[in-house]
């Protein structure tokens, strides 16, 4: 077993003293981000990107330094658990640094096909040029016995088959915390395989998808060359591409938008609805992907879209997405305002969303870092709030309106627990079939939708995040 280090030296303004160093470019980025997310709870998605831009850094060398940045920010739990088994003491007590290349260093080598040699040399040098070389021994000895196994070596080491409880094994191979390989779980039915999919599916990189908005372009103002949506069709496929340089981007004609989300709002648009289909809300519209393709939809039939956000500048967001005229028609109405006050006479909407917030479990493989932030208390926290904005948005929709409850998790808890309690205490309304509703607006039958009524999407089995919508309609 290898001892910790040392406290490096720190800079005059209490930071690490940053020396020459002959750490590549990418790495060092790598290393950066990993720091900026540990010291400051930084989202690496949005740190990434500038910092490549700021240093100049492109090509194969971005690619490194996302894989590597991504990589060992999502697989933080695993290579804890390998380091913790290759040192004397609690994971605490090594300086935040010198982990946070340790970490780098582990997802070299047991994630990717970097040479041992210079997955430890790298690291070693990296917390040199961070001003921590004393720890730079103890960083050579603990990454050498890293590599020492590979990754399936370490679960069977950390984990064995035979004695592990099979979730244990799953989390551990597959970086996912144990409630959330739970939560999974429950969410498939038990299905152990598919769980280890859906985890599976967690940790490989989403296309950058966007959304035609209706209204405002076509499908054919954008780039021929970039591929369609498998299932909306409003969207194309941008791959890797950068958003910002899209045209039908910057002009607000086109958002990015995963395909899973398009379906829910393609879902509310399309539920069967008799009588008046004038008025619609949006009871959780910010920033307003959602309600941007509500409104186009919306304003194709002559209706029109309440948006409410109760953030005031996310609703401003909402109102750059959303609020736009068509034309001479007017775009969303955008106000800031709690929807669980139910700032709107009872009975006032023919269709309505609320796309709850929520813990986010659905859209893991876009933020590596934050199944390790969230908690099994963010979701308890929530539920009270998830309940009010349905229950209210029932109230919102006239006799035979419909409503879409939505959440970007696949947590039983904030999905079909949610509208089962809600639904428990009022007899005036009844579920839709969300499966066959999907069928209609989707381009393609969408496979393994279960037994309905509720629709639960997955990266695994529609490449879209992992959305959960409902649909409920007034009696
Ligand atoms: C999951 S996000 C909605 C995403 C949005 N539908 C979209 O597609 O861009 C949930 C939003 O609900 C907002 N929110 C939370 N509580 C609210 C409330 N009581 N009333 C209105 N909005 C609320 C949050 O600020 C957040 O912007």
């Excluded at 020459?20 to 950066?32: C, F, G, K, N, Q």
């Excluded at 979701?379 to 709030?385: K, S």
Aim: aromatic share 4%; hydrophobic share 45%; net charge neutral.
């Amino acid at each position: 077993m290898t001892g910790a280090p040392a406290g490096p030296r720190r800079g005059a303004a209490g930071g690490r003293r940053r020396t020459s160093s002959s750490v590549d470019p990418a790495r060092l980025a790598a290393y950066d981000v990993l720091r900026a997310v540990g010291e400051r709870d930084a989202y690496a998605n949005l740190v990434l990107p500038g910092l490549l831009r700021e240093r100049g850094i492109t090509g194969r060398d971005a690619a490194l330094a996302t894989e590597l940045a991504y990589g060992s920010l999502r697989g933080t739990g695993t290579y804890d658990a390998v380091v913790a088994a290759c040192v004397d003491r609690p994971l605490g007590r090594i300086d935040p640094p010198v982990l946070d290349a340790l970490r780098l260093g582990a997802h070299q080598l047991l994630g990717t096909r970097v040479p041992t040699h210079a997955a430890v040399s790298t690291s070693v040098e990296l917390v040199r040029a961070g001003g921590a070389g004393s720890a730079a021994g103890f960083v050579n000895a603990v990454l050498r016995k890293v590599g020492r196994r590979d990754l399936l070596a370490w679960v069977d080491a950390l984990a064995p088959a035979a004695s592990a409880d099979p979730l244990d094994r799953l989390a551990l191979l597959h970086a996912h915390p144990r409630w959330v390989v739970e939560a999974f779980r429950d969410a498939l039915g038990g299905d152990l395989e598919a769980t280890e999919r859906a985890l599976a599916a967690d940790n490989v990189a989403p296309h950058v998808t966007l959304a035609v908005r209706p209204g405002r372009a076509t499908r054919d103002d954008l780039d021929p060359d970039l591929a369609d949506g498998r299932w909306s069709p409003w969207a194309a496929v941008l791959g890797s591409g950068d958003p910002g340089a899209v045209p039908a981007v910057r002009s607000g004609a086109a958002g990015v938008q995963d395909e899973g989300s398009q379906l829910v709002a393609l879902a509310l648009a399309g539920a069967p609805l008799d009588g008046p289909d004038a008025r619609w809300l949006d009871g959780c519209a910010g920033p307003g992907g959602k309600a941007a393709l509500l409104t186009g939809l919306a304003a194709g039939r002559g209706a029109r879209v309440l948006a409410v956000e109760r953030a005031p500048h996310r609703a401003r967001l909402v109102a750059q997405t959303a609020g736009a005229p068509f034309g001479d028609r007017p775009g969303a109405a955008v106000v800031a305002a709690d929807s669980t006050s139910r700032p709107w006479a009872a009975g006032t909407f023919d269709r309505a969303l609320v796309d709850v917030p929520c813990s986010g479990l659905g859209a893991l493989r876009r933020r590596p870092e934050s199944r390790w932030r969230r908690t099994p208390d963010d979701v308890a926290g929530l539920a009270d709030l998830q309940r009010a904005l349905l229950g209210a948005a029932l109230d919102a929709v006239r006799s035979g309106g419909v409503v879409a409850y939505a959440t970007c998790s696949p947590h039983p808890a904030e999905t079909r627990a949610v509208v089962a309690d809600v639904l428990t205490g009022r007899d005036d309304v009844e579920r839709l079939d969300a499966r066959a509703v999907l069928d209609q607006v989707a381009v393609r039958p969408l496979p393994s939708l279960g037994d309905g009524p509720d629709v639960q999407l997955w990266p695994h089995l529609h490449g879209t995040d992992a959305m959960f919508v409902s649909l409920l309609r007034k009696r």
